[in-house]
């Protein structure tokens, strides 16, 4: 359950948990107050600027993506 104000860390901690890509914001009573989408965790996590950069180097990546 995220409230209104859950911290990114917790909100992180929920996506992961549950493998989410969206989720409801709700009040102590819960009603829906809003959602939250791992594009707006990604715009609070990331630096403002992370779009002007440069592409990162392929020596960041060390292996295959894995999922789960």
Do not use: N
């Amino acid at each position: 359950r995220l409230g209104p104000q859950a911290s990114l860390a917790e909100v992180t901690r929920y996506f992961a948990a549950y493998d989410l890509v969206c989720a409801p914001v709700v009040d102590a009573e819960g009603h829906l107050l809003g959602a939250v989408s791992v594009d707006d965790l990604l715009d609070a996590a990331l630096p403002d600027d992370w779009r002007q950069r440069e592409a990162w180097p392929a020596s960041d990546w060390t292996g295959e993506v894995t999922h789960g």
